[in-house]
DNA sequence: TATCAGGTAA
DNA sequence: AAAAATACCTGATA
């Protein structure tokens, strides 16, 4: 089949779903952030960027209220050739099919799922898997009892469905929340207008269906504080469930400061102090926490233990399996799930999207960047050569080991010796994924080392060297991917990671997104021409979906 | 009562 | 597919 080109535009389209954005086009930026609402990027070589759009990208957008008309004109606008009419179809099928299969509450003990569409009604009614959940049918669908709502949501996602849940939520036990407007340290406080929006898409959500979701944003821009700010605007018990303990303590700290909550309010439930109170702050290993393999995990009842009128999933993209299962028998509490990254590496996205909800709010970081509230970055990917011995070890190594041997190519030590050098006046993180080289690095280069077995105590004593600017260089491990007392930095130099995470490439970035009055800047370096070089393309491509560009120089 | 090492889990 | 980090619990030490 022959296409007629329609103009000159940066994007072809292919019958596949997949996308082509030609990077060089003068159009590029504009298009990118237009796909960036409901395409995924899953290559970005330099020159051509390949999208992906699948069912899940599409119901995000829809529960986002984004028209259909709106992304069809869009891609007219944007694509090179006449759209393929294929293409088009599966979209639309795929955008419409949210709001299809609605979900509604019927009395006390029963729902009601309503198909809007008499094609699609006996087709759900066939599927062994959904129809097991059914209860007596109605004119255009099914009665279900109230507790199957979040077995059936996730059965029906599985199958391809997404529900639309119109049921609402329990109130929970009251508890009045107020935000202060001068907080603790005397500075005056109110949401910023973001975080405002962000907690009204949460709460309002499309029409009738807020009350669960996702909200998006990047490290640094106050994801903890739009938490805070839904915990009030809903003024009911809350329960927040986070990734460490001291984690836990930030979330009570800031709670302190921005809220009239009193410390008598407020519990930790953790392997430290185990007290439930009206708003109570656990991690998910605590919640996950069992004696043996076998033993139950008896901490879970703490859903159940309080009549809780919110529950926050902070960096929602980690939680974990066994949360997943307790929340499906929760469905009728409201609940929050912030992260800085929907994508998550396992493909559980569409459990979170069933189970917690569609994504109600992101900011694209450039945004953010544009506005002052996280530091301008450069990023920079280094690629180095393998020395000749590491060359033949590389060769001779199975599939499975050969990253580590690109990933320690010792020839980055001098890099990052040169780079520092560079760097004269600024505050660097230099962060790799294997301890001995770190100690490697730590030890010819004379800096200071923070890893998983240094104690607290020295860490702390870092950290405040660091902060006061007496320490300009840490050589940190993955220590620092969640080390919320990190104090800002930034120069990172990052020696090596985690495979393909894109995770923690945007974790790591957003490390040094603090706004500050000079430039920051982030180094990636990999071996030349090894399987490391394709993980970093990985690694990267969540950021070039935000709009980060990746110079790329050869040492 | 506090702290630390050692084992286990995911 | 493998390494590192974390947090839980228990029991010993001070």
Request: charged fraction near 25%.
């Amino acid at each position: 089949m022959t296409q007629a080109i329609v103009d000159t535009g940066p994007l072809i389209i292919q019958s596949d779903h997949t996308f082509m954005l030609e990077t060089a086009h003068p159009r590029y930026a504009d298009c990118r952030d237009f796909l960036a609402s409901f395409a995924e990027l899953v290559k970005s070589p330099e020159f051509i960027h390949t999208y992906r759009v699948t069912p899940l990208s599409m119901w995000n957008a829809a529960a986002l209220e984004m028209s259909f008309d709106d992304i069809g004109k869009g891609l007219e606008r944007f694509s090179r050739y006449t759209l393929p009419a294929n293409v088009i179809t599966d979209m639309r099928e795929w955008h419409d099919l949210y709001g299809r299969l609605v979900l509604e509450k019927v009395s006390p003990t029963h729902l009601r799922l309503r198909v809007l569409d008499e094609v699609l009604l006996p087709r759900i009614g066939q599927i062994a898997e959904v129809n097991r959940f059914f209860g007596d049918s109605t004119a255009d669908g099914w009665l279900i009892a109230s507790g199957q709502r979040g077995d059936l949501k996730q059965a029906l996602i599985k199958a391809g469905y997404p529900i639309k849940d119109i049921c609402g939520y329990d109130a929970g036990a009251p508890l009045e929340i107020d935000l202060r407007d001068i907080d603790l340290d005397g500075q005056a406080f109110t949401l910023r207008d973001y975080q405002q929006d962000a907690v009204d898409a949460f709460y309002q959500g499309g029409r009738s269906t807020g009350g669960s979701g996702i909200i998006v944003l990047p490290c640094g821009s106050g994801k903890t504080i739009i938490g805070i700010g839904t915990a009030a605007r809903i003024s009911g018990h809350t329960l927040i469930i986070t990734t460490n303990n001291v984690s836990v303590h930030q979330w009570r700290d800031e709670l302190l400061a921005k809220t009239d909550l009193v410390a008598d309010t407020i519990g930790e439930y953790t392997g430290l102090e185990k007290t439930v109170k009206p708003v109570t702050i656990t991690t998910y290993q605590m919640l996950t926490h069992r004696r043996s393999k076998t033993a139950p995990m008896r901490n879970l009842a703490i859903f159940n233990h309080n009549s809780w009128g919110l529950i926050i999933y902070d960096e929602v993209h980690l939680l974990p399996a066994p949360v997943f299962r307790a929340t499906t028998a929760i469905q009728a509490k409201r609940r929050l799930g912030l992260t800085a990254t929907l994508v998550r590496e396992d493909g559980k996205e569409d459990d979170v999207f069933a189970l917690i909800g569609p994504k109600r709010y992101d900011v694209p970081w450039k945004t953010l960047e544009n506005r002052g509230f996280i530091a301008e970055a450069v990023c920079t990917e280094y690629r180095i050569p393998l020395p000749r011995e590491e060359e033949i070890r590389y060769a001779r190594e199975t599939k499975r080991r050969r990253y580590r041997v690109a990933a320690e190519n010792p020839l980055k030590i001098e890099l990052a010796r040169e780079l520092i050098d560079l760097h004269t006046e600024d505050h660097i993180l230099v962060i790799g994924q294997y301890i001995s080289q770190l100690e490697a690095i730590a030890e010819v280069l004379g800096h200071p080392l923070i890893t998983g077995k240094t104690k607290h105590a020295e860490r702390e004593k870092l950290y405040a060297r660091f902060k006061s600017g007496d320490l300009r260089i840490l050589i940190v491990s993955k220590v620092a991917n969640f080390a919320v007392d990190l104090p800002d930095a930034n120069v990172m130099i990052q020696i090596s990671g985690t495979y393909g995470s894109r995770q923690e490439e945007a974790q790591r970035l957003g490390r040094i997104l603090r706004p500050h009055d000079r430039r920051s800047c982030f180094y990636t370096l990999v071996s030349k021409g090894t399987d490391e070089q394709n993980f970093a393309l990985n690694r990267q491509l969540f950021l070039v979906e935000q709009g980060y560009k990746y110079h790329i120089r050869y040492y």
